[in-house]
């Protein structure tokens, strides 16, 4: 009787039983929070899969927990962010947010600031279309990140960038186009208070 052949080293792993690595269980983390944002699964639901997450040891155990919930969209899928400053104003950040790959913002009257202090971008170049109008729009990075702005026309309000053009090596490119038109445009890093709130305010999300 001929003995049937052991596994060797050398075999290929099943798919799914790859082991997980630290940032496969974070990525999944951040998803299934990202799910409790939006409705799709309550808080209960969300700390049982987070611990599960935590403790898996596959990838396979990973996709299990993620399985019923839609795939994520890849940063180039998600459509334009539009901000309008109107009569009173508009801002994003400076909390957790993803950056898509453009990025439209009209000051109006009440104006507009952009804050990318702690957002999510994981493309390598972001299009900031910015229109002063009358009230100005104000793009703050954080330092390491660099920002473009030849394609910008100051127009009567002027480009004010306050950036020290050193971009470390993994941080987006921002560029900026569109005209500063009577308020402005301002690119620059956080001010001394800005980075003081920073500090005591740790990021949810």
């Not at 306050?162 to 001010?191: C, D, K, N, Q």
């Amino acid at each position: 009787m001929t003995a049937e052949p052991s596994a060797s080293s050398s075999d290929p792993v099943p798919a799914g039983q790859i082991r997980a690595s630290h940032d496969e269980r974070e990525a999944v983390v951040d998803r299934l929070r990202d799910a409790a944002a939006e409705g799709r699964i309550d808080l209960d639901e969300l700390d049982t899969r987070v611990g599960q997450a935590l403790e898996a040891r596959t990838q396979a155990e990973l996709a299990a927990l993620t399985v019923d919930l839609p795939r994520p969209r890849a940063p180039e899928e998600l459509p334009p962010l539009v901000l309008k400053g109107g009569m009173h104003g508009a801002s994003r950040g400076p909390g957790v947010w993803e950056v898509p790959a453009r990025v439209v913002a009209h000051g109006g009257w009440g104006g507009v600031k952009l804050d990318f202090s702690r957002a999510r971008c994981d493309v390598p170049e972001v299009v900031v279309e910015a229109h002063g109008d009358m009230a100005g729009v104000t793009v703050v990075l954080p330092d390491g990140w660099a920002a473009n702005t030849d394609g910008m026309d100051p127009g009567i309000g002027g480009l004010r960038d306050r950036t020290t053009g050193e971009r470390l090596p993994g941080t987006p490119l921002i560029r900026l186009v569109g005209e500063g038109g009577m308020a402005g445009v301002v690119v620059r890093h956080p001010s001394r208070w800005e980075r003081r709130r920073l500090r005591d305010r740790p990021a949810i999300g």
